[in-house]
């Protein structure tokens, strides 16, 4: 099946200091990647919708400034972190949407722990 | 408000029995329910999935069972084994085609033993 590769799976930083994630798709080209939050004990909550060549679309509450999202090409978007806080500490995740002759599917990034200090 | 409710946080089951995993959505309009499963250290992967337009869906030793007026489904694995204690996720969406849309659940840890 397809295989969505997310680095790094955990980082610690210092608070005031920006964080960068890579979401890959490695052998289909995703127009469409999403970002996604998960606090402890809490659901996987989309963050913002990543569009190749466009500007990202955000969900209610999730500040656009704060979460930078760049989608360059068909097989990667990067979600940056900036200016993290300890209250950004989370569970960071990827996926990336694949049409084929059965319809959509998505495939999920191993995750991103960040943590931070 | 959660939407999509996965009320016990962990399950388990002795192999070879049967496993169910339940999920209550509160959104009338959602059409297109899925269940993930997920590994430590791995990202979800799709598991199996079911229309509204449909009651029951069987993949294998996986059904989904749907009841819309109770807003109500369910995954039975059966029979169960070791190898299926994961973190097991329901989402829902509105429309099929719009999985980016997804709600998911907090999730269901099923461990299953020996």
């Known amino acids: 099946g397809a295989v969505v590769s997310q680095h790094p799976s955990r980082v610690i930083c210092k608070s005031g200091t920006s964080v960068k994630i890579e979401c890959r798709s490695l052998?289909?080209?995703?127009?469409?990647m999403f970002w996604y939050r998960q606090f402890p004990k809490q659901s996987l909550m989309l963050m913002a919708t990543?569009?190749?060549?466009?500007?990202?679309?955000?969900e209610q509450g999730v500040e656009k400034d704060k979460f930078l999202i760049n989608h360059a090409s068909l097989t990667l978007s990067t979600l940056t972190v900036t200016s993290a806080h300890p209250e950004d500490s989370s569970f960071y995740i990827c996926?990336?949407?694949?049409?084929?002759?059965?319809?959509?599917?998505?495939?999920f990034g191993s995750g991103t722990q960040l943590s931070v200090l | 408000d959660q939407q999509v409710k996965q009320n016990s946080p962990s399950l388990s089951v002795q192999e070879g029995r049967i496993s169910i995993l339940n999920c209550d959505y509160t959104?009338?309009?959602?059409?297109?329910f899925l269940w993930y499963k997920k590994y430590p250290a791995e990202g979800p992967t799709f598991l199996i999935s079911?229309?509204?337009?449909?009651d029951k869906n069987e993949d294998g030793r996986f059904t989904v069972f749907l009841n819309k007026s109770a807003k109500h489904l369910s995954l039975h694995i059966v029979p169960s084994q070791p190898g299926d204690s994961a973190v097991y996720f329901c989402?829902?969406?509105?429309?099929?085609?719009?999985?980016?849309?997804?709600?998911f659940g907090k999730g269901t840890k099923l461990s299953v033993k020996p």
């Open positions: 996926s990336a949407r694949e049409f084929d002759t059965l319809g959509e599917k998505l495939f």
């Open positions: 052998d289909f080209q995703a127009t469409t």
């Open positions: 990543s569009n190749e060549g466009s500007k990202a679309t955000y």
């Open positions: 959104n009338s309009m959602f059409d297109y």
């Open positions: 079911i229309s509204s337009i449909k």
């Open positions: 989402a829902a969406s509105i429309g099929e085609g719009s999985q980016g849309n997804l709600i």
